[in-house]
DNA sequence: GCCAACGTTGGC
DNA sequence: GCCAACGTTGGC
């Protein structure tokens, strides 16, 4: 089983959002190396961090479980998406998603910035200079030390 | 709002 | 295939 780091601005999709929908796509990555990863690596089963990014105090705010395998994402055939892409098709999808269910929040966030002070998380894909990935792989070692902060 | 860092595009 | 220009991300 693999772990996740999925970003999401809350203003957009929070993780207070998941919790009502229970089950929704992870729709809108427009990244390749994030689609790679969406496509390949991640099975149902999977477990992932919700990260709360782009707003006043960046944190993660939760865990979900990722409930599907890849599927083509529908929002880039729609004219009407903000993700809409003309390049993807039904016959040729170029981006995807995976579902994902809401499990718990964290007893409270962990911010970025409490993650950037501990050494134990140093190679972090989050933490790491410049990375924009909205979404990435943690180490099982760095889930555990992760939640052992909570 | 600023801007560093990175990804993507497109001319050549 | 190179690389400059441009767009986007996301913390601050």
Known sequence: ????????????FSIEDLDRVGIEPWNGVR????RNMIRDQMHSGDLAFFYHSSC?????AGIMEI?????????????????????STAQNPRWYVVDVRFLRRLNRP????????????????LLRRGNRLSVMPVKAQQWKYILSLE
Do not use: G, V
Request: proline residues 12%; hydrophobic residues 35%; aromatic residues 12%.
């Open 67 to 87: 409930t599907s395998e890849a599927y083509p994402d529908s929002t880039a055939f729609d004219f009407s998406s903000p993700y809409y892409d003309p390049q």
């Open 1 to 12: 089983m693999n772990h996740w780091l999925m970003k999401s601005e809350p203003d957009t």
């Open 110 to 125: 962990i911010t970025l910035q409490e993650l950037k002070s501990h050494p134990a998380l140093l190679d972090l894909p």
């Open 31 to 34: 990244n390749y190396q994030a």
């Open 56 to 60: 006043a105090i960046p944190a993660i």
